[in-house]
């Protein structure tokens, strides 16, 4: 791979571990002030259902995790397993899309 797309995928990486932090952030505030507030699983999912703007947060977060995972295990494995090249990055892909197929759809699942 050319030194610029791997400047590419280091940026993808560090952009969307900013996304990744700010979601976290959220998610876990969300939660705790819920459930601080009494809400049980149930009524927080009733409360999210149908909710476009929660899909949306949680699609961001899904697509965030997409990018981020692949990128930095595709680093793992060419720095400890010496797995490079185009089968390698074709793999990683395929990783990063299913991620975001399963992902994708437990938010369908949760929220819409």
């Not at 999210?48 to 494995?77: C, D, E, K, S």
Request: hydrophobic residues 65%; positive net charge; charged residues 10%.
């Amino acid at each position: 791979m050319s030194a610029r797309s791997e400047t590419r995928l280091w940026l993808a990486q560090r952009a969307s571990a900013a996304v990744l932090a700010l979601c976290v952030l959220v998610h876990l505030a969300t939660m705790i002030v819920a459930v601080k507030g009494g809400l049980t699983a149930a009524e927080i999912l009733g409360r999210t259902r149908g909710n476009p703007a929660w899909a949306a947060f949680y699609a961001v977060f899904v697509a965030a995790v997409a990018i981020h995972a692949p990128i930095g295990l595709r680093t793992i494995a060419s720095e400890w397993l010496q797995w490079r090249g185009r089968g390698a990055d074709a793999f990683w892909l395929v990783v990063g899309a299913a991620l975001f197929a399963i992902g994708i759809r437990a938010v369908a699942a949760v929220v819409l």
